[in-house]
């Protein structure tokens, strides 16, 4: 999994390991937690990383580089995570929910189911991001949600056609949308009204697996199963 926590660019290992990728080149390994975990994603919240290993997650603090178990109960079938103002969102896959968990002291309040309008399935998502609107990647497309109710965002169709998005980023200081699409080898780039603004081709986005933009440096930062690339975003 690749995060990125303020300024700084971390990678996750499968077994939990957390490096500092932040220089090129560069990367500095962190401590290692003293069991191995089973990483499906990581992301960041607030100065904390979150890993997330099947029903659990797992509190990583770079300052002091230490491990720490989160009180919270997680659906059975975890689908997607995402954090957004101390919140944390999980798609649910047997409900086709998603649930929203309050920070509380060393983990999470009980979760409350979220959507409030049902006719959009969300529980095969491939991805989950959030800057105030929730977006989900799901039944190959992309579906936005505003207090639980979904939006009327409209894609603008792209040539070949966009399919297998596993990875969505934007955040609350952008107005573009960017999608991660390995079976294709793209990214693309949309409004975050669903206009096309570009769209992006490269054989080494056949083995991504997470990405993370900082349009400040005007770079995608993608990681794959051996290293993080760079990619100019324009």
Known sequence: ALTRLNRTLYAVSDAGSVLD???EGKPELLEPPAQPLTVQDAISDTSTLLLWSGDSLTLFTPRDAS??????????????????????????????????????????????????????????ATGLVIDGSVYVAADGTIHEFIQGAP?????????PTLSGVTELWTDETTTRLY???PSTGRRVVFT?????????????????RSVVIDERAKLAYILTSTTVERFPLE
């Open 21 to 23: 990728v932040t220089t």
């Open 67 to 124: 491990y720490a178990a989160v009180e919270i109960t997680l659906p059975a079938e975890p689908r997607a995570l995402a954090t957004f103002q101390q919140r944390l969102y999980v798609i649910d896959r047997p409900t086709d929910q998603i649930i929203r968990y309050t920070r509380a002291g060393a983990g999470y309040g009980t979760g409350t189911p979220w959507l409030k309008d049902r006719t959009v399935r969300v529980g095969d």
């Open 151 to 159: 939006q009327a965002l409209t894609l603008q169709t792209v040539e």
């Open 179 to 181: 999608a991660l699409s």
């Open 192 to 208: 975050e009204r669903g206009s096309l603004v570009a769209q992006y081709a490269d054989d080494r986005l056949r083995d991504a």
